[in-house]
Structure formats: C-alpha cells, structure tokens
C-alpha cells in the first residue's frame, strides 16, 4: 500500500531517504539530488540546470508532474505520489548517433530496477524506450540532448516507473501496469527504486555513449520484448523483429529475407508469437 503523502512537505515517506541511499550506490548519478513536490517535467529541470552549469550526475525527482512528456509529444500521466519520476543529467560530449544506445540503455536499466522489486515476475524492454510486464507498459524512458550548434555537451534522460498505481484511467488500463498491480504482496519503494536504477545505469554509460551496445548485447537480448515477433512500422513495413544492432536500431526480417535497420517511430505487433 503506497504511503500517503506528507501534507507540510508534499513528499512521502518512501522518497524521504533517496539521497541517502543512492549515495550508498556509490555511484556519480544522483549527486546532488533534488526532491520536488511538483514541477512541469523534471526534464525541464535539468535542461534549465544544465545551462546554469549543473554537474554531471544531478538528479531531479518530483512526486507530480503538471506538464510530464513521454516520446512524440505524448503526455505521461501519474497521480501525485504514485510513480517514480525522475531525470538525470549526464555531461557526455558525444555523437547523435550515441543517443538510442543510452537510451536503450537506461531502459535496461529501468528492467533491472523493477526486476529486481517483482521478484518472479518477467519484465522486458521493448523497443525504443519502454518497459513492459505482459505487454503492458510499467515504464518509459525519454532521453533528450543539451546541444550547442550541432554538438552535443549533455544528455537529460527522463524515466518513469509507475508504482503504487492500481487505477488506471480507462483509455490506459489496457495499456498499463504499475510494480504495485504486477507484485501485489510486495511493498514497491521508490528509493530503492531509484537507487538501482541509477547504479546499473552508472556501471555502463560510458562505455555504451563511447562504442554502443555491445557491451551489454547480452542483457539486452534476454530482456528483448519483440524478438521473434511479427512487427509493423508506422510506414506500414512488416517483418519479424530479430534484436538490436549496437548502434540501437532494431533489425527486422522482412519477407524477402533481407534485413532492415529500423532507427525511430512505433512498433505494432501484427501477431502473438
């Protein structure tokens, strides 16, 4: 059961020690870390941060977002108190090109977090930027560039868990899961949460920033929500998805045999497996 929010402060109980135990990781993401009541979008946060000269690793979560945004345009919903929202930035001169690996990446991430809170339960990435349990979403990964002219100096990635949530509004009951609704006997705590999250995705981002996915190819396999499956593009291209190539492009098997290298838009299931 989610712990209710602290009236004075706007923060509950479960968020109230984050910083003490993320610093326990060890790790440079999460530091220094800011616990909001309410913001726009804790990326907005961090890209105002950024140009003020925010440290590599500064982490911002807030317990509402009024103007909170998933990929395309598309708003993220969460209640007061119920999801894990949070964006860390990461001062890392790099390519475009880097960009859908470190995406695909704190995706992992994310997986590992909320595998690690379902104990039991299977948990997969599914391509771009989602987190899935049983096809429906548990969480989304947006990452953003801080550029100067065509370089980039930082990187803003935006996650959100949904946790205690065990309503949904209709339009997404179908679409969407929370920790709480996929373990109901355990206790989802979002430090804990956040505090893993943050460690896996610090063990490998600069690695996978400087040379990709390789280094992680077989953990991101294992997790892979569409291998094998029938897929469709939003230009209407069908074929079977057939993993992830180190540059975060999904390959998919088309009826003549031939491979293509899907870079960006929706995935639809044409088909069960």
Known sequence: MRSGLDRSSGIAPDLRDAAALVAERGCALGKPLSVL??????????????????????????????????????????????????????????????????????????????????????????????????????AGVLVEAVTAGSRVEAVVIGVGINVHTRVFPAELSALATSVALVSPAAAPDRATLLADTLASLDRDLHAVAARGL?????????????????????????GIASGIDDGGRLLV????????????????LTRSA
């Open 214 to 238: 390789g280094l992680v190819r077989a953990r991101l396999e294992a997790a892979d929500a569409l291998r094998g499956l029938a897929v469709r593009s939003d230009a209407g291209a069908e």
């Open 37 to 138: 009541s309410s913001t726009t979008s804790t990326s907005d946060e961090a890209h105002r941060a950024a140009k003020e000269g925010a440290p590599h690793g500064a982490t911002w979560v807030a317990e509402e977002q009024t103007a909170g945004r998933g990929r395309r345009g598309r708003t993220w919903v969460s209640p007061p108190g119920e999801g894990l929202l949070f964006s860390v930035l990461v001062r890392l001169a790099c390519a475009p090109t880097a960009l859908p690996p470190i995406a695909l990446l704190a995706g992992l991430a994310v997986h590992e977090a909320v595998t690690r809170a379902v104990p039991g339960v299977e948990v997969r990435c599914k391509w771009p930027n989602d987190v899935v349990v049983g096809g429906r979403k548990i």
């Open 253 to 268: 098997r088309l009826v003549d045999g031939s491979v293509a290298h899907w870079t960006s838009g929706e995935v639809h």
